[in-house]
């Protein structure tokens, strides 16, 4: 099958010239379940921030054929919907609803369509009841579900999901966890959840100071303790 993502030598500095990505290269195919792990400050948030090039480093990342580059960005953002580390991020409509349907809207989609679409989102997360309330006074784990809800009523073919069970409470965590599993969509999950890449994610991306340290089946990494203690995991 056809990579929908390839990476190819990435690297990016941030202005203060801290190195935060260096060669970084993998591809995934399409409906593959990735899972991004590594200590904290390790590049996972900021490997995926170039998904759709929130930045844009040197090298290549392709999606679906398609170079990010600043021209291509509008196209790109319809294909990889990214849920942000913090909540706070993606959050900044007076009402639920205002949020929700903020891509579909961009997506310039029928104003009943975009209704459909919204409250598709919201159930999917077990929010539907919050539709008219204001994001800024939910609590941090029922802002990260309107935050995915955000990115769902896109549907979008590829999901960036940086810690996406951080903040839920064991039950909402483990219907995120069906909900992520039922979905046919290809995803890169950055999480310090060992746990859910173990049931979720049959593939696992080890990231250490901007480098990938290991890629390979989830289960063969998350066993092997000398690469999780040198990566700072254990
Ligand atoms: N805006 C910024 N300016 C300078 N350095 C930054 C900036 N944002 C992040 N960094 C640095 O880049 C490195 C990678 O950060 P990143 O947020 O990608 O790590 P992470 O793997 O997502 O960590 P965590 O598990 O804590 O979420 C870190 O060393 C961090 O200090
Ligand atoms: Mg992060």
Do not use: W
């Not at 400050?41 to 900021?46: I, N």
């Not at 204001?134 to 990260?144: A, F, V």
């Amino acid at each position: 099958m056809d990579p929908i993502i390839v990476i190819d030598n990435l690297s990016f500095a941030y202005p203060d010239g801290h190195q935060a990505l260096c060669n970084v290269s993998f591809s995934a195919t399409p409906g593959e379940k990735i899972a991004l792990v590594g200590a904290n400050g390790a590049g996972k948030s900021t490997l995926l921030l170039h998904l759709n090039g929130i930045f844009l480093g040197d090298g290549s990342v392709v999606v679906n054929d398609l170079e990010v580059e600043k021209k291509t960005l509008g196209e790109v953002r319809v294909m990889v919907g990214v849920v942000f580390q913090n909540p706070d991020d993606q959050l900044f409509s007076s009402t639920v609803f205002e949020d929700v349907a903020y891509g579909p809207i961009y997506q310039g989609l029928e104003k009943d369509v975009i209704e459909q679409r919204v409250d598709e989102a919201l159930n999917a997360v077990h929010m539907i009841a919050y539709k008219n309330r204001n994001p800024y006074h939910l609590s941090s784990g029922e802002k990260k579900r309107i935050a995915i809800a955000t990115v769902l009523s896109m549907r979008p073919q590829i999901l960036m999901l940086d810690e996406p069970t951080a903040g839920l409470d064991p039950r909402a965590r483990r219907e995120l966890i069906e909900l992520l599993q039922e979905l046919p969509q290809t995803m890169l999950i950055a999480t310090h959840d060992l746990d859910m890449v173990k049931t979720l994610t049959p593939r696992t991306i080890l990231m250490n100071q901007g480098k990938i340290a290991a890629d390979g089946p989830s289960m063969e990494i998350l066993s092997d303790e000398a690469l999780l203690y040198e990566n700072g995991l254990l």
